[in-house]
């Protein structure tokens, strides 16, 4: 008896520094592990891909418009296609995308109240992130938004110059939007 | 005797009420059996052809499989440049908009047996745009006080390759037709040539390896094909294995050298059949005008129904195998309009290659790969012929970029295009029709 005990005291502190609950790895943890594994995605792609092909090989352009012009998708772009596979093919309900106070794509604004606070706080408070709970469309998620910073000159010109930009001032590491993980919770 | 009698009409009564039954069900049961007995009314263009094979589309009893739509045209989809992709509705932010019309289903647009308001069997009402876009004049003032029945007219719902903003800045006030003008050049024996395990050397009657047994009254025709030119031998096209002999060999012979033309046929409403391991469509199956003729009603399309076996001479291809079944006023009307003068000219040597304009031309366009390269390389570009004739068809501005805007500046395009009569004539005259599509592009810019 002693032993089983002992046991499941073990298994509960494991489990308590692990922040792992009955239900599994608490939604905050899920949320900043997926942000991680993307943000590293998305600086190779941007990096190792386009920067290196489009300006240091000049070997080929990235464009808005990448199927029609035969051209490598912008970063923005890849992360997108990454999100509509996951939305996809995932059986979880996990989702994530870019968002914005500023969008070049009107869509791309915030639409519920925990988004259009979430990017407020994010704006407000440089280098934190915002974690919420909400509703949308009848189910229950949460959602973490994390700053998404304008980490080279490519990123504040293309926006800068953006004929549908509504924000054409934007400088080097200052941040342009947000990445929106929202994960079920029932 | 009375009851005798009512007995034996009873019993031969149930007899065939049993009889239909067996044949009806076995009908629907069985998958390849002609099902077009059950068929509730017309269905759209295209899609009569595999009409017989209920379940291509339906469940077993009568439910609609989208799966179905997405079998056939998914591919497709995903490599034009669509606009409504399923999978952006599947993001919960977006999915409030799929309340008043579910956009994420082809169904809800695309019905068949049914009167369509658009091609492509689509039936939905012709404002549907106002669902989602009822305040689009909020970020395009060129939009204000346009109705959302006319929407099509200068957007495609899904392929709109060549109608995005930038594309038509970039080609504002260009020419009606460009002097220098020209389709590009078919290059695939270039490509043909660094993978081939044969010699490329021209074969002359005395090189080839039929069987003693076989006729060889056609080998003139071989003999001036480009086949023979190539080193392309009778064995290669009549045969897949050793030992092996086949006198019309179909279309999957062609495949092991033309894989990329074969699946351009088989997705285009020459091939449909073919692809769905029905036999293949015969000219008389067509829905649009043809020529009356045993000759043209009886053929089979088959790579051989265009090039002609043996010869497979392009230039045949490209215009006289149309128009030996295509009787329609825009076929008709061909041979009357410049584009046919500047094919007789390209053919007669007087213009330089490409300048003239077939039916291939514009219904079997070139595709070029890899043509945005930054620096410039030597590299060849691989020039495709798109053997999906439907591809580019509807909406017709699926043809501005890869046939149009080889010759004609994007305003002249895309009024020409937009013109139904001009179409019937075959473009002999002007475009009476003007799309304010550019005007809108310059205010905004």
Known sequence: MKNIIKILSVGFLL??????????????????????????????YAEKIVNRLMNEEEVIDANEHWKQEQALLLPAQFFREGADIVREKSRSGVSYSLL?????????????????????????????????????????????IYPDIASSGACVTCHNNHKDSPKKDFKLNQIMGGMLIRIPTE | ?????????????????????????????????????????????????????????????????????LDCHAKSLSKASDSHEVKLFKDPRNEQMLEDMN?????????????????????????????????????RVTHKGLEFDNCTECHNYHDNTALYEDFLAKHLDEKDT????????????????????????????????????????????????????????????????????????????????????????????????????????????????MLEGADAENKILNCTACHSAHKFNVVEAAVSSCLNCHADEHSIAYKKSKHFQLWQDEQQGALEKGAGVSCAGCHLPRETKGKKRKRKSKRIKRV????????????????????????HGLGFSLDSLADKELIKNNFSSLPKKHLKMLEMVKERI
Request: glycine share 6%.
């Open chain 1, 15 to 44: 489990g308590s520094a692990l922040n792992v609950s009955a239900e599994g790895i608490e939604p905050k943890k899920v949320a900043d592990m997926i942000h991680d594994a993307l943000e590293a995605n998305r600086i190779v």
């Open chain 1, 100 to 144: 914005s106070l500023w969008p070049v794509n009107a869509k791309n604004n915030a639409k519920s109240d925990v988004e259009k606070a979430g990017l407020k706080f994010i704006s407000d408070n440089p280098g934190k992130n915002f974690y919420g709970d909400e509703v949308v469309a009848g189910k229950r998620y949460f959602t973490a």
């Open chain 2, 1 to 69: 005797m009375k009851i005798l009698k009512k007995t034996m009409l009873f019993t031969v009564w149930i007899i065939i009420l049993s009889a239909l039954g067996f044949y009806l069900v076995t009908t629907l049961i069985n998958e390849k059996t002609d099902k077009r007995l059950f068929l509730p009314a017309d269905t759209s263009n295209g899609h009569h052809q595999i009409e017989e094979q209920c379940d291509l589309c339906h469940e077993p009893f009568g439910e609609l499989k989208e799966q179905g739509c």
């Open chain 2, 103 to 139: 956009a994420a289903s082809c169904l809800t647009c695309h019905n068949e047996h049914q009167q369509d308001n658009y091609p492509n069997g689509v039936t939905v009402a012709k404002d549907f745009c106002v669902h989602c876009h009822e305040d689009v004049a909020e970020d």
């Open chain 2, 178 to 289: 460009f002097k220098e003008g020209k389709l590009p050049q078919r290059n695939f024996l270039h490509f043909y040539s660094k993978k081939a395990k044969h010699s490329l050397d021209a074969l002359k009657l005395v090189d080839h390896n039929a069987p003693e047994s076989v006729d060889l009254s056609l080998g003139q025709d071989w003999l001036e094909s480009s086949h023979a030119e190539a080193g392309i031998n009778c064995l290669d096209c009549h045969s897949k294995k050793e030992g092996d002999w086949v006198n019309k060999p179909n279309f999957s012979y062609c495949e092991s050298c033309h894989k990329k033309t074969i699946q351009g046929f088989l997705a285009g409403k020459h091939g449909i059949r073919l692809a769905q391991e029905l036999s293949a469509m015969t000219v008389s199956q067509a829905r649009l005008p």
């Open chain 2, 384 to 407: 495709n012929v798109q053997h999906n004739q439907s591809h580019n068809l509807s909406p017709n501005q699926k043809m501005l970029r890869g046939v149009c805007m080889n010759c």
